[in-house]
C-alpha cells in the first residue's frame, strides 16, 4: 500500500515491479487479467507486453469514442410531424449530416 492510500481499504493494487517472469524455461507476462503466455524468450515475452498494452489502449480509445458517438445521437430531440406535412429532412440526410462531423 502507498502512504495516500485509505487504511482500511480491502483493495488490492496491481504493482508493475516483476511484470515478466520464467516459470519451467518458458517466459509468461501478468496482467491484472492473469498470466499470459508461455513464449520462448524474454525478448519475445517483452515484445508481446509491449503489444497488450498498447491493444488493451487502442481498445480503450475506441470504445469510449463509440460511448461519446452514441451520447451525441441522443443529444438530437425528434419531433413528431403531422401526417399531412413532408419531411424537410430524411433519416438518410441526417446519417449522413453525423457522419460528417
Known amino acids: 500500500m502507498r502512504r495516500t492510500d485509505p487504511k482500511d481499504t480491502r483493495r488490492s493494487f ?3 515491479g516483476n511484470r515478466i517472469f520464467s516459470l519451467n524455461g518458458q517466459w509468461f507476462f501478468a496482467t491484472r487479467e492473469g498470466e499470459v503466455g508461455p513464449w520462448r524468450s524474454r525478448e519475445v515475452a517483452t515484445r508481446e507486453a ?3 498494452v498498447r491493444e488493451r489502449n487502442d481498445l480503450e480509445r475506441f ?3 463509440r460511448e461519446l458517438e452514441r451520447r451525441g445521437l441522443r443529444s438530437h430531440t425528434l419531433s413528431i410531424l403531422p401526417k399531412d406535412d413532408e419531411p424537410m429532412m430524411t ?3 441526417l446519417m ?3 457522419s460528417r462531423r
Open 96 to 98: 449522413i449530416m453525423e
Open 63 to 65: 470504445q469510449r469514442s
Open 14 to 16: 496491481f504493482r508493475t
Open 50 to 52: 509491449t503489444r497488450y
Open 91 to 93: 433519416l438518410d440526410d
